[in-house]
């Protein structure tokens, strides 16, 4: 080689280190953090071929990619688009992904890039960025909850501290006139921003906070932090309405439920999650937030499941047309029996942590149940065998093996003539006569025996009862969390073999060279592909790798009498309330 050629050759790799050197985010590069640890992969593993025993290792080892590639290339911003190998700031500027996965990390042994977490988090003020107040909810389940899990899991008692200052400065959302949370505030000033709904919440926004606040309270004493988030609770036993459930919208100024629409999907669903686990958090102790729960559940079970007309799967949908408890007829309307209440026949990957809640239900309360009581646990745990096996229909009815965001029931959108409404039988008045019948094989839309809808990844619309609305698949976790509790409550091998299915379709067609990415298109015909979408959501590292890895563990580290999980799959520790926390919560 010449010499000029030789020294051409020298710059152009000084000059493509330098580059090298600057694409590299500047968070990997600031005094006194460690650098990322190793773990990003270009290869992907064919984890068709890995034996059984070894899944839990599989998905250990795309978790390792997904958040390694988090580390090189977004933190300590909050989420990593792994098409651009860059990184966004969409929830609060505080790096979510890294406090979202940080149990995860722990739980899967992944000690070095905890350590490295655990410094950047050290290093936490939680300032409020310029024109972008702190959403609440958003904040408290996927910070304040992680914070919160990470410290029962390690001990570390900087964890505690930054929980405990976060809690405070989210505190003064509580401010408002009727002691709701506010939709957002600065974390600075304490300034509460009502929203985008005029002054209104959602029943999510406002009843999912309990199980963070009511931890941190046990964990320092703050009996604030307990009377702050409970108030909502007293305000949910007044309203609740005759048929056991809530509307969706509130106004946060009184306090005050008003938009006749209910629903277990989004902007709902953690509301209804809380009640249970809270009961189950504190060691059963606060008795009116069981009550709530059975009587909500036995009104969604009434209210709304129903099933398809031609294949019989279950699902569960959202009615409009219920008034408020102020309704000027006694008692407000029962939607079971009102032909004004409309189902949407809309069904929502969302709404599919229903099963998991309807089982871990029937599983714990069953100890302390009465003869009537059992019976209508027993009801639940049909239903929630029936939603679980849908939810996993959802993924393999598709010919990416993927789930889409939202389907409706019937042939369009449009189509609410009553001969289709009243094609889609309420779920209770099939087992009704089911029963009467003597109750013989499997109760409708429940089970895989014979008659059962099975897997149509080639089907028209017509032929699936359905059309899909919405063909994203955006790493959802709640049917692979249904599946984890349904493992965990039945010890049934099947919901791992389902769960194995959707953890395959997600390496097959949202792995990238960088991370994951959710995807559009889950619906299209072979040989054409889902499109990935330029996003990996914090949520996927602290649930869906989660909850993948925990079903394929031989052993349960999270026992169902020991932990429970919040909405982002965090595991709280079950507590009991001393004697003096009872007597000044008012529990004793």
Known sequence: MSRNRRASAILAFIFLVAIGYYLLPASNQADGVPSPSTGYSRTRPDYSRWPAGRRAEA???????????????????????PLRNTSQQNFNGWGVTMYDALDTLWIMDMKPQFEVAIRWISLAEFHSKKDAPVMFFETVIRY?????SAYALSGRSVLLEKANLLGQKLSPAFGTESGMPAFALDTDTGKVDLGPRYGNAVLAEIASCQMEYKYLAHLTGNRAFFRLANHTMDWMQSEQ????????????????????HITIGALADSGYEY?????????????????MYLRAAAGMVRNLLF????????YVTDIYGVPSPTSSKPGGRDSDSDPTVVPSRKFEHLSCFLPGLLALGAHTLRSEADSTMKAELDLHMLAARGLARSCWLMYVDQPSGLAPEE????????????DVRDMHMPWMAAVEKWRRDGGAGDAPGVGDGKGAAQPMPDA???????????SKYLLRPETIESLYVLYRTTGENIWRERAW????????????RSGYTSVIGVDRRRPDKPTPLDEMPSYALAETWKYLYLLFLEHDPFPMDKFVFNTEAHPFPIFHWNNEERVAFGLA
């Open 59 to 81: 998905v250990k080892e795309a978790f390792g990619h997904a958040y390694a590639s988090y580390e090189r290339f977004a933190l300590p911003a909050d989420e990593l688009k």
């Open 144 to 148: 304040l909850g992680g914070l919160l």
């Open 241 to 260: 309405l005759s048929n056991g459930m809530w509307d969706t919208e509130w106004n946060i100024t009184t306090g005050v439920q008003f938009d006749d």
């Open 275 to 291: 009640l249970l686990k809270q009961y189950i958090m504190s060691g059963r102790t606060e008795v009116a937030l069981r009550d």
């Open 307 to 314: 099933l398809s007309p031609n294949r019989d799967i279950l």
């Open 407 to 418: 389907v409706v029931f019937g042939r369009s959108w449009r189509d609410r003539s009553e």
């Open 460 to 470: 028209s619309t017509e032929d699936k009862d359905y059309f899909v609305l919405t």
């Open 501 to 512: 299915s959707i953890f395959l379709a997600i390496e097959d067609h949202c792995r990238q």
